[in-house]
C-alpha cells in the first residue's frame, strides 16, 4: 500500500510560481510512474503532468507545456510540479497519483493505483 501527501498549494497572484511536492511512502516508489491531476469545481479531474519511474520520460496536458514542470527524486520518494506563470484557469485542487510500471500509459486516471488526499491551488487575477 502506498500513501502519498501533497503538499505546496496555496494563493498566488496571476503570473506567479507554486512548486507542489508529493511524498510517497509504504513502497518502491521507483517501481511507479507519477502524474499529477487537477479538478475545479463543478469538472472533471483532468491530467495535469506525468513523469515515468526513472524519471527520463514526461508528458504535459496542452495548457501547462512550457509552464510547468514534473520531476522526481527517487532518492526522497518525492515527486515536484513547478508550477510558472500561474494563471485563473490553473485554480483546482491538485492530486499526485502513482501508477505500476507496465507501460508509460498515463494520462487517464483509471491507470493510477494510488492518489493522495490534494493540494489547493488558487491563482487570483
Known amino acids: 500500500q502506498v500513501q502519498l501527501v501533497e503538499s505546496g498549494g496555496g494563493l498566488v497572484q496571476a503570473g506567479g510560481s507554486l512548486r507542489l511536492s508529493c511524498a510517497a511512502s509504504?513502497?518502491?516508489?521507483?517501481?511507479?510512474?507519477m502524474g499529477w491531476f487537477r479538478q475545479a469545481p463543478g469538472k472533471e479531474r483532468e491530467f495535469v503532468a506525468a513523469?515515468?519511474?526513472?524519471?527520463?520520460?514526461?508528458l504535459y496536458t496542452d495548457s501547462v507545456k512550457g509552464r510547468f514542470t514534473i520531476s522526481r527524486d527517487n532518492a526522497k520518494n518525492t515527486v515536484f510540479l513547478q508550477m510558472n506563470s500561474l494563471k485563473p484557469e490553473d485554480t483546482a485542487i491538485y492530486y499526485c497519483?502513482?501508477?505500476?510500471?507496465?507501460?508509460?500509459?498515463?494520462?487517464?486516471?483509471?491507470?493510477?493505483?494510488?492518489w493522495g488526499q490534494g493540494t489547493q491551488v488558487t491563482v487570483s487575477s
Open positions: 513523469i515515468n519511474n526513472g524519471g527520463t520520460r514526461t
Open positions: 509504504g513502497g518502491i516508489f521507483s517501481g511507479y510512474h
Open positions: 497519483a502513482a501508477a505500476r510500471v507496465v507501460t508509460f500509459r498515463v494520462i487517464a486516471t483509471r491507470e493510477y493505483d494510488y
